[in-house]
């Protein structure tokens, strides 16, 4: 009898897979989010912190490219720092009990919660008249990308002498460009999509979301 587990892909098979995956789950939710009402904040992010799981894991053999830091910091502009950080913290546990998890799992959740903040402290200037400024967005999202990925280098710190950690970020700058360019590309194909998901449910206008660091109220 044929065993259909048994058929072997190679990286760029598997990868084509996993995009299809990807693209079902993104529509799926898509679909649901349609039949929610106005104002359901807290539905609306826990699917858009499935997707960003789903696009971490599915993406994985991409490196460093993920949707999880456009999400984070879309979710700082329409909804302030405190619910960014708690969707930055929950996904990067959440994909890490699937791709492995560990003390950077912690710095991850840093990063990702300060890209959160960043968004949050940015909406005025990224949220303008009831719309992404796509062109600034894309600039902070490529360079959150080397943000998150230096805050994450620091958890070498804990292996490595301070004197050889100029040398490990260095040589992780192919990485960080290739974070920078999938976010990008990220906010180019996924942004403004999100964004109209956000902006249905938001509790709160974009531009007063930065009043949430300092008074905390969502």
Known sequence: MFDAHAVALGPHGMLAVNVAMLSIIGWALWR????????????????????????????????????????????????GATRSIALATAVALGSNLIMGHGLWSFYQAIGWSAVGIAGALLADRLYVDGRLALPALAGVAAIS????????????????????????LMAGIPYDLLHAVGNVAFVAWLANSLSDIMTRHVAIPAAMAVNDVATNRV
């Open 145 to 168: 990308a080397f943000a998150f990925d230096w805050i994450v280098s620091l958890s070498a710190l804990h292996s490595l002498s301070a004197d050889v950690f100029l040398v490990y």
């Open 32 to 79: 649901a989010e349609q039949k929610l009402s106005f104002g359901s904040d807290w539905i609306a992010l826990s699917m858009l912190g499935v997707f960003a799981i789903a696009g971490r894991v599915l993406l994985d053999p991409i490196p460093n490219v993920q949707p999880v830091t456009v999400i984070v910091l879309l979710v700082g502009i329409h909804f």
